[in-house]
């Protein structure tokens, strides 16, 4: 079992930028792909972009492609979701999530492990 904690959310103008983080612990991080998602007020949680074992795959949600990057270190047990070009859309509380089955999955189903989450506020 892993716990994750988020963190880095906060309030930001649009065009802005923040990195959020994702601190592991428990069990082999670099076992474990990692997912980012979102969820807005009255919407379903979506996914936004997420990260192989090793960090050589990357998936991102259309939405977010060309100014979102994910990344982590194994060595500090930490993902991170690097955010620019901030739109009020983007606002939404951020989840990240672990994956025991290694791929870059979109699905929420194929993530076991979740974290508490991190409010990101995007003002126009």
């Known amino acids: 079992q892993v716990q994750l904690v988020e963190s880095g959310g906060g309030l930001v103008q649009a065009g802005g930028s923040l990195r959020l983080s994702c601190a592991a612990s428990?069990?082999?991080?670099?076992?474990?792909?990692i997912g980012w998602f979102r969820q807005a007020p009255g919407k379903e949680r979506e996914f936004v972009a997420a990260?192989?074992?090793?960090?050589?795959?990357?998936n991102y949600a259309d939405s977010v492609k060309g100014r979102f990057t994910i990344s982590r270190d194994n060595a500090k047990n930490t993902a991170y979701l690097q955010m620019s070009s901030l739109e009020p859309e983007d606002t939404a509380v951020y989840y990240c999530?672990?994956?025991?089955?290694?791929?870059?999955?979109?699905?929420?189903?194929?993530?076991?492990?979740w974290g508490q989450g991190t409010q990101v506020t995007v003002s126009s």
């Open positions: 999530a672990a994956s025991p089955y290694g791929s870059v999955w979109s699905s929420k189903d194929r993530y076991a492990y």
């Open positions: 428990g069990h082999t991080f670099s076992s474990y792909a």
């Open positions: 990260i192989s074992l090793s960090g050589a795959g990357k």
